[in-house]
């Protein structure tokens, strides 16, 4: 299938890593399949994160199609590029028409990758999930994957100046693939999901060859691993204050 957007932009990353000297650790990409649908599932680090997902299904030479919220396309730079790339938008106050034309991707043989988390988190560890993932790899019957990235939120994260220091790290992670035939127990398949990530961003966290320089660069590091990243509890409790905030803006 001619890609006329998408395999350009591959180029184009893949030159701007060589720029910034990124050092690129990808390992399971054997599990992504070379034909045929598949859901991909990634934790969500990074507003870059979707360009390392996409990376992590390169050697079964497949495209990704994300699916991501439907303001990036009113952007005049990225809404073209989202279009050419044949990404899904998501409305989520219309969630049903997004998951609709996702499936209907993966019925024709896509790949299509969600955050389960919905948005970046502030922990870096993860949140809980939304349930789109499993059902869709259900109703279209085709397995799920979950990939894990790790160092792509010291690079341009939430809350936080972008950095494109040269010589970072960044390490991808694909996991073995979950099977969801019908009738799954959809929240028992979501559990497991969560659970297999993570064992695998414990494990990728384990083998990242960077180090934080010192006092002053912990903030990438979740609490739980020696860092200074907000906890778990307190991420959450971040994130529902910027919702009333939010909330509180719109209607004012």
Known sequence: MSEPVYAPVILAARGAFGALGLHLDVRGGEHVPRTGGAVIASNHVSYLDFIFVGLGAHEAKRYVRFMAKDSIWRNKVAGPLMRGMKHIPVDRDAGAESFRVALEELRKGEVVGIFPEATISRSF?????????????????????????????????????????????????????????????LDAVQTDLHARMAVMLDET??????????????????????????TLTEATRMDRQELLDRAKHKNA
């Open 125 to 185: 560890e993860l949140k809980d999930f939304k349930s789109g993932a499993p059902r869709l790899a259900m109703d279209a019957g085709v397995p799920l994957i979950p990939v894990v990235l790790w160092g792509t939120q010291r690079m341009m994260t939430k809350g936080r100046p972008r950095d494109f220091s040269r010589g970072k790290a960044v390490c991808i992670t694909v996991g073995e693939s979950l099977d969801v035939p019908p009738g799954s127990d």
């Open 205 to 230: 966290i384990a083998r990242y060859p960077q180090r934080p320089d010192g006092p002053d660069d912990t903030w990438w590091m979740p609490a739980r691993h020696g860092g200074s990243a907000p």
